[in-house]
């Protein structure tokens, strides 16, 4: 699941000062993340590659121009699978093959494709604006509230209803294949008092990013990896809803907690608590 990123992120941290074999770790999981977009989903492997990427480049193998150049080519490459899933998808199974027909004989525009991909975000936002409240109407902040519940475990099997109410795009008149969206998300839920509580939330993401940061910096990776989660969930949040970071955050938490504890008499290394 979602918690994969964090084993595989602590996976290359160990292997930082075999830069072969962080290597080979980075490039074997960035092709296992294309693999499971097979399936038409893209967002998590997406994010979880970004995730990746971050942390590669801040702790095996810093960037410079040429690499610049080369991840950059890469990133091309990447942008050319998402958009041949997204088209191959709305037509039946996507496979490798017919993946890699689509990329090789199709003469659609990179930027173009580019601006294809995020554009479901923008037309989500559109889409909020004009029909909540007028088809929809505002949440109060139930969608933040709702997502305490999926921490737990769904014994009572309430969690479909709680995701109907979080997951706004279900709603809407105007139908189309709509992904979430943290400004549609927001816009929902508190209208246009939304504009004085997204500053709170912008201090929140930046205090995170920062000591994820400082956690790499000061080869504090063990404190770091706590963060890991909330990263990945910040970044699904753009194109998703806020549940994506509740969730797997506390049992991302509670794994790092678990692993450590038990594993205390093997390792050196700081408190995490």
């Known amino acids: 699941g979602m918690l994969s990123i964090i084993g595989f992120v602590i996976l290359i941290i160990s292997y930082r000062s075999n830069k072969k074999k962080a290597r080979v770790i980075f490039i074997t999981t960035i092709f296992w993340y294309i693999i499971l977009m097979l399936n038409g989903s893209r967002i998590y492997s997406v994010v979880s590659i970004l995730v990746l990427f971050y942390i590669y480049t801040s702790t095996i193998q810093k960037l410079n121009f040429k690499r610049i150049i080369t991840y950059g080519m890469l990133a091309i490459f990447l942008l050319l699978i998402l ?3 997204m088209h191959l998808r709305t037509g039946g199974t996507v496979r490798l093959d017919n993946m890699l027909n689509y990329i090789i004989s199709s003469n659609r525009n990179i930027l173009t494709s ?21 088809y929809l109407q505002y949440n109060y902040g139930k969608s933040y509230i709702g997502t305490i519940a999926f921490i737990g475990i769904d014994f009572l099997g309430v969690f479909p209803k709680i995701m109907d109410n979080i997951a ?21 839920n508190f209208g246009l008092y939304a504009y004085f509580l997204t500053p709170l939330f912008g201090v929140w993401i930046g205090k995170v990013s920062n000591r994820l940061d400082d956690c790499i910096k000061k080869h ?12 990945f969930g910040f970044m699904v949040w753009v194109r998703g809803y806020f549940n994506a970071i509740t969730r797997s955050f506390v049992w991302g938490y509670l794994l790092i907690w678990f692993v450590y504890r038990t594993t205390a008499k093997n390792v050196i290394s700081e408190e995490i608590i």
């Open 114 to 134: 580019t601006l294809e991909e995020f554009g479901g975000s923008i037309y989500t936002v559109a889409i909020a604006f004009k029909e909540i409240p007028n």
């Open 168 to 188: 706004f795009t279900r709603h809407f008149v105007t139908k189309y294949n709509y992904g979430g969206s943290y400004i549609g998300e927001l816009y929902y």
């Open 220 to 231: 504090e990776y063990l404190n770091g990896m706590t963060y890991i989660m909330l990263f």
């Open 83 to 85: 958009n041949a899933i």
